[in-house]
């Protein structure tokens, strides 16, 4: 393999000054090896906008070994003890290509049409509205505890089907699966215990499509069902992986976009005075808050042929990192990219991906975010942060602060 760049970027990756801020480092990649092979990630970390879009939407550049690459890495009795994880991930349309992947979306993508979300919109207000209303003034909270975690994950919750009393395991188990690759090496048990989040999710998932296969509701699991129920379109182990994917998703990325969000503009207190002046900018502020501070800050592809990106010949079978996070602050791409502005138009950010892997819960997203800013800034005359240096999930792609406490007052 190549050998490491001058740049520090592996010593320096998941390090606490590194978790605060990973952009500087991004910045010297693009400087001086926007096409870096990391001994860390074992993979090929692309950091340039144009070379992160290309690779987005390059066919060559596959999913589907994603899983398969990383087993390969283990000893024979830790596979098999880890099989249950792979399983589930084997399952998740995020690591399928075509056909596999253009027919599983399919049968989702109705679910998460703008207008079919846009159709949510009240009953997100009005989960909005009781979250917020467990809050006093003058009281110091986590953002991240009392509302950017349970709000997305009730209404996936809510979109599925899950019981009110399995998504607290639910949000637990999800922690589990994201923690296991988010280290760049990880670490036995934090395998172990994501393997057996994966058994857990997929017998709460085996239970409640029983239920439904005997008495169908209005949720996204019964249409599921209905479809595996007419064979040969999407079967058990689908149905459980599509289950698990769409679960811990369609909570994450939104939690981490309104945690990353709020932090900004509590940061920028300019700017969130002119959002507050002019709440209908509010849709194209989040649009500036996801290239800001993207909550996914990298994907993973597997290079199905051999190929050339930057000038670097990337082998068949290498990895390689499009990182998101660092394309969004690209200066070819975005005038003065390390300044947050709320009215930046147009702003082609990648937050979300591009090509047929592009969110598919982004309009979901989207409406989450858009709903509770303009409830928080109706609501609360002033809000502060408390603790300015919050501490960073320890993960290479999934970025959020762990605790963001706040003070809300009138």
Not at 27 to 56: C, G, H, I, K, M
Not at 110 to 115: E, G, L, N, P
Not at 185 to 194: D, H, K, R
Not at 222 to 228: K, T
Request: hydrophobic fraction near 40%; include cysteine; aromatic fraction near 8%.
């Amino acid at each position: 393999m190549p050998t490491a760049s001058s740049d520090d970027f592996d010593t320096d990756l998941l390090t606490p000054l590194y978790l605060a801020n990973p952009y500087p480092s991004y910045a010297a990649l693009r400087d001086t090896a926007p096409v870096f092979f990391s001994q860390r990630l074992n993979a090929w970390v692309l950091t340039r906008y144009q070379d992160v879009y290309r690779a987005l939407k390059d066919g060559r550049l596959v999913s589907s070994r994603r899983v398969s690459s990383y087993s390969q890495q283990l000893s024979a009795e830790l596979r098999s003890q880890l099989q249950p994880l792979f399983d589930q991930f084997d399952t998740w349309i995020g690591n399928m290509d075509p056909p596999d992947h253009t027919r599983l979306r399919r049968l989702v993508n109705a679910a998460f049409t703008t207008r079919m979300v846009q159709a949510m919109r009240v009953e997100i207000e009005q989960l909005i509205e009781e979250l917020l209303a467990g809050i006093t003034s003058g009281q110091t909270v986590d953002f991240v505890r009392d509302f950017a975690y349970p709000l997305p994950a009730i209404v996936i919750g809510r979109m599925l089907g899950v019981p009110r009393e399995a998504r607290q395991q639910l949000i637990g188990w999800s922690n589990a699966l994201t923690a296991y690759s988010g280290t760049g090496q990880a670490e036995s048990q934090v395998a172990q215990t994501a393997s057996q989040a994966a058994t857990s999710l997929s017998s709460l998932f085996d239970e409640l499509a029983r239920q439904r296969r005997l008495a169908p509701r209005n949720d996204l699991l019964s249409q599921l069902v209905q479809v595996e129920d007419q064979g040969n379109r999407l079967s058990r182990q689908e149905l459980l992986g599509m289950c698990g994917f769409l679960m811990v998703a369609g909570h994450e990325t939104t939690m981490a976009l309104l945690a990353n969000g709020l932090l900004a503009l509590l940061r920028h207190p300019m700017q969130l005075q002119q959002l507050r002046e002019n709440p209908a900018a509010i849709p194209t502020a989040v649009e500036e808050l996801l290239r800001y501070d993207s909550p996914i800050q990298h994907q993973t592809r597997s290079a199905a042929e051999t190929l050339e990106i930057g000038g670097q010949r990337i082998r068949a079978g290498d990895r390689v990192m499009p990182f998101l996070g660092a394309a969004n602050r690209d200066p070819d791409q975005f005038a003065r990219p390390d300044h947050l502005d709320l009215s930046r138009a147009p702003n082609p950010h990648l937050a979300f991906g591009l090509g047929p892997h592009y969110c598919l819960g982004a309009p979901l997203a989207r409406l989450e975010t858009e709903l509770a800013l303009q409830a928080l800034l109706a609501r609360w005359k002033k809000i502060e942060l408390v603790d300015t240096e919050p501490q960073f999930r320890q993960h290479t792609s999934q970025r959020n602060p762990l605790r963001l406490q706040v003070r809300f007052s009138q």
